[in-house]
Structure formats: structure tokens, C-alpha cells
């Protein structure tokens, strides 16, 4: 039972400190946008039609929602745009640019749009419609370099070895908890034997020693 529980406790810490450390194969090559999560921004009344804009975890900035589409609903689809133009490694983050136009400002990847900043977003965030095209510019700059570093195969490199490392110990711990256990088995092998009685010599008798067929003594009859 003891060694029971200690394999599973070193299974357990295996699936624990080393499934999160294996790379997945997707992220050895471009790999498509990745779900993005959005979330509310709950505070006074004028933040309850905001939403944030994530990606890969990544918080980048706040949106708020228009008539066409609510600020969750906003802030999925420029996540994705973003995350799509980071996974293209052709794109150059240095290629970003901001643009004025009769509806925002708008943050563009080479001539893709990635989103458009309204008036609405700057009192948002207390600036400016510019200063606030410009933050969120900077912010998806160094989201893309950042998504793009953590997929370099040095880094998926470094994540393998450090996997590797965790699981070696590991696995020596478990060799030395069972060794343990074989030695304590051995010396409680060992006591048990030292701790019984020793058993009673026999005694061999030769023809003759006794009864009738004894040289030395004449037969009883």
C-alpha cells in the first residue's frame, strides 16, 4: 500500500511540473490565431459597454462596444485580426502605422486594418483619439514580438530541456523511494530470521546403537 501511494504520488507530480512544459507541435511552425479571451471590465457605469482586447494572454487595451457590435463582441474580432497578423511571419512589426479617417483612427498592418479607434475609446482611457491610437500601436507591436519569441525554436528548446530536467529528478526520486522500500523489506527479512528460535540438533543413530540388533547387549527375548 505504501508503495502504492508513492507511485501515484510521483505520477502526479509528473503530470503536475511537466505536462505544462512540453511543447505541442503546433508551436514548432506558424500556428493559426489562438482563441483569445475578452473580458468584461466591470467598475462604475460608464465602463459596464467596455471589453479588453487579449491576446495569446496578453492584455493590450480596453474597447468599448458601437451599434453593430457590442465591446465583447469588438474586442474578439481586432484579437483575432492581431493574432493573425502575428502568426504571419512575413509581416514586419515595424510595418505598423496609424491613419486618420472620417470614422477613428485606425491602426493598420501594412494596408490590413486591425482596428479602428473611436472617440469613445480615448475618453475610455482619458486620452486622446491619436494618443490612444498610438498606445494601442505600441501595445500590438510588442505583442506580436512576444508571441513570435515565445515560438522560436530556441525557446521550444529550452522548454523540452527544462521538461526533461524535471523528469530525470523525478525519476530518481522514485528509484530512491524504492530502493528505500527494498531495503526495509531485506532488514525486515533479516530480523525475522535473527528473532527465531534455533531449531534442535538431530541425532543419528547407527545399526546396532540400539534394540535387538546391538552387538554389545544380547537380544531381549
Excluded at 52 to 67: A, E, K, Q, S
Aim: with cysteine; net charge positive; hydrophobic share 40%.
Amino acid at each position: 500500500m505504501e508503495n502504492r501511494f508513492r507511485l501515484l504520488l510521483i505520477a502526479a507530480l509528473l503530470a503536475t511540473f511537466v505536462g505544462p512544459l512540453v511543447p505541442t507541435p503546433a508551436c514548432a511552425q506558424a500556428s493559426p490565431p489562438p482563441d483569445v479571451a475578452v473580458s468584461s471590465d466591470e467598475g462604475g457605469t460608464a465602463d459596464l459597454d467596455a471589453a479588453t482586447v487579449r491576446v495569446d494572454g496578453h492584455p493590450l487595451f480596453r474597447v468599448r462596444g458601437v451599434p453593430s457590435l457590442s465591446a465583447q463582441e469588438r474586442a474578439r474580432a481586432i484579437s483575432r485580426r492581431i493574432a493573425k497578423v502575428a502568426a504571419d511571419p512575413a509581416f514586419l512589426p515595424e510595418s505598423l502605422s496609424v491613419s486618420e479617417t472620417p470614422a477613428g483612427t485606425q491602426v493598420l498592418a501594412g494596408s490590413f486594418p486591425l482596428v479602428m479607434f473611436t472617440d469613445a475609446d480615448g475618453r475610455l482611457e482619458r486620452l486622446t483619439r491619436p494618443q490612444v491610437a498610438v498606445h494601442g500601436l505600441t501595445r500590438i507591436r510588442d505583442v506580436i514580438l512576444s508571441y513570435r519569441q515565445e515560438r522560436r525554436p530556441p525557446s521550444l528548446v529550452r522548454s523540452s530541456l527544462v521538461a526533461v530536467g524535471v523528469t530525470v529528478v523525478l525519476l530518481l526520486i522514485l528509484a530512491a523511494l524504492a530502493w528505500g522500500a527494498a531495503g526495509s523489506s531485506a532488514i525486515s527479512r533479516n530480523s525475522s530470521r535473527r528473532g527465531s528460535p534455533p531449531s534442535s540438533p538431530r541425532t543419528s543413530s547407527w545399526p546396532g546403537a540400539s534394540g535387538c540388533g546391538a552387538r554389545s547387549a544380547p537380544c531381549c527375548g
